[in-house]
């Protein structure tokens, strides 16, 4: 097995010429981070770290919707039950029965900070379907809810003045204290600010406690739904201050990801499943049912389903897209539940009220990150993380649809609560950390990689294209920044080393389950029922470990 060799274990830059000191840092502000902030401001000085605008994460590009049971004919065990099965028998039942359990409160909790969420004639939440659900359990806002639940919240955090919000500071590595009894306590974060004003400024901001919120990794890949921030920084960062990670091999490709032709390249437009949910169907170029007689759900079975349905087809016929057909939905539906999508698609050169829409699989989420338990803490004390950067196992291998966003909410208020019921006693960073040597990745590095990532990363995979990729990222160069530091190598880096992770899970993972399809494995074994937690050790190689489903770092 081809080794990935060693990665930096701290990030060059600017050295840091100036100092700040909060109660709380959040690095990232989509709906979980955006939650916690809102849950812990009354512990102090809460400061929202974020890359680009504080509304450029993955949050306010989630089409679907917030999976809840509160349907009278549901209950939260249906929910748990159909969680479970996506999640392929990897899912940590005790996390994913506290998200389905506390979602009704937390959605509630939602709409109290002002969220819109459609309703039916009698003034009822409005619920539709998506894949992987035995029923209608989905709360929308027509075919753009994650904005509405951004908006909502972003008010919220506008409206109280213990929460301020750092814009375009990319966040570059934790700081820890020296080791206390062996251990080392996250107490800050380097960061880089990129406002117009203080154009590569270096700081720290010391924090009682730091919360990774900054979501997933889809700019891994040469073609995903993720908007360009989403180069997995807080993993990243996570790895190289000895937190662990978990799951990381299980990447979620959506089925219905708009096929712009071969070359496309960075975020692509999503066609939500919800519309798929209404009555669309997958056909291929001669019309024929692509998931018929396939799946007792058909064309709603869960998302590795049926991406690997579609990949093992495209295969068969030699092409590179297949269609989805939504004309049956008739243009009055259409344009009411899913306005940004017909007009997303228009923009594109198809109209889907008339014309089928070209489609393939795309990357679409991280169903791993850093390994926490069920309030948010990771394997270092002082750090903690949340929504789609960490894995607390709810995803299993496979997210089940619309539980992203209620993940968010969930679990960001939990990690919330638990900042609210104490935080850890204020300590230095570690002076010696500044010896560690700081190293970067060439930016241009990163669009070679993800073509390699897409190519043998995907959907399926084998071990002779896992070991390609694992020499790629062996080959790579590092050098120490040399005067001149952009957010393009910091990126590049951090896509270096979770690639590394992510691929070298993969690689030992010989079998296939949910998200992760190995050609050579196609079985799904009991030998494999277990998470792999990766961490860097101090050498900044990768070490994997066998852990049980509902352990804990
Ligand atoms: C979709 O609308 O199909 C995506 C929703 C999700 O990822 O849960």
Request: a negative charge.
């Amino acid at each position: 097995m081809t080794k990935a060799g060693t990665f930096p274990l701290r990030l060059a830059a600017p050295p840091p010429g100036w100092e700040r000191e909060v109660e709380v840092v959040v690095i990232g502000s989509g709906v979980a981070g955006l939650m916690v902030a809102l849950t812990a401001a009354t512990v102090g000085r809460v400061l929202i770290v974020t890359k680009a605008k504080l509304d450029a994460g993955s949050t306010s590009w989630a089409q679907g919707g917030i999976a809840a049971a509160i349907d009278r004919a549901d209950d939260p065990e249906q929910h748990l039950d159909d969680t479970l099965v996506a999640g392929a028998g990897l899912c940590s039942e005790r996390a994913v029965r506290i998200l389905v359990e506390e979602g009704p409160h937390q959605l509630a909790r939602l709409i109290s900070f002002g969220a819109l969420l459609d309703t039916d004639a009698a003034g009822n939440l409005a619920l539709t379907r998506e894949g992987g659900h035995g029923r209608a359990r989905i709360v929308h806002a027509a075919d753009a809810t994650g904005a509405e639940v951004q908006r909502s919240l972003q008010a919220a955090v506008a409206a109280n003045d213990r929460i301020e919000v750092m814009e375009h500071a990319f966040a570059l590595d934790l700081v820890r204290s020296a080791p206390v009894n062996g251990t080392r306590h996250v107490v800050g974060v380097r960061v880089v600010s990129q406002d117009d004003q203080a154009s590569g400024s270096s700081g720290i901001v010391r924090a009682r406690t730091v919360v990774l919120a900054s979501g997933g990794l889809g700019q891994l890949y040469a073609s995903t739904t993720n908007p360009p921030v989403a180069t997995g920084d807080g993993m990243a960062m996570a790895l190289r201050a000895g937190a662990s990670v978990a799951d990381v091999e299980f990447v979620q490709f959506h089925p219905t990801v708009m096929w712009n032709g071969p070359g496309a390249e960075g975020q692509q437009l999503l066609v939500s499943e919800a519309v798929r949910g209404e009555g669309a169907v997958l056909l291929d170029a001669e019309g024929k049912r692509v998931m018929q007689g396939r799946h007792p759900l058909g064309d709603l079975a869960p998302r590795d389903v049926v991406a690997k349905c579609m990949s093992i087809l495209m295969a068969e016929q030699g092409v590179d897209h297949l269609f989805l057909d939504a004309r049956g939905l008739g243009e009055e539906k259409l344009m009411r539940h899913f306005p940004n999508i017909v007009a997303g698609c228009r923009r594109l050169g198809i109209d889907p009220v008339h014309q089928v829409v070209p489609v393939a699989p795309g990357e679409h989420f991280a169903c791993g990150g850093v390994w926490t338990d069920r309030n948010g803490h990771t394997s270092v004390p002082g750090l903690f993380a949340v929504g789609e950067v960490a894995c607390t196992g709810v995803h299993g291998a496979n997210r089940l649809a619309s539980n992203s966003l209620l993940e968010g909410l969930v679990y960001g208020q939990r990690v919330g609560a638990q900042l609210v019921l104490g935080l850890p006693a204020v300590m230095s960073p570690d002076a010696n950390d500044e010896q560690v040597p700081a190293l970067v990745v060439p930016g241009h590095h990163r669009v070679i990689l993800a073509a390699e990532m897409s190519r043998h990363v995907a959907v399926r995979r084998e071990a002779e294209g896992l070991d390609e990729v694992t020499a790629l990222i062996a080959d790579t160069p590092l050098h120490p920044g040399e005067g001149s530091f952009s957010p393009t190598d910091w990126e590049a880096t951090n896509v270096h080393v979770l690639a590394g992770a992510l691929v070298s899970a993969a690689r030992l993972r010989e079998e296939s389950r949910g998200g992760h399809w190995r050609s050579d494995f196609p079985d799904t074994s009991p030998r494999w029922k277990v998470r792999i937690v990766t961490h860097l050790n101090h050498e900044g190689s990768l070490v994997h470990e066998e852990r049980g489903l509902e352990e804990t770092p």
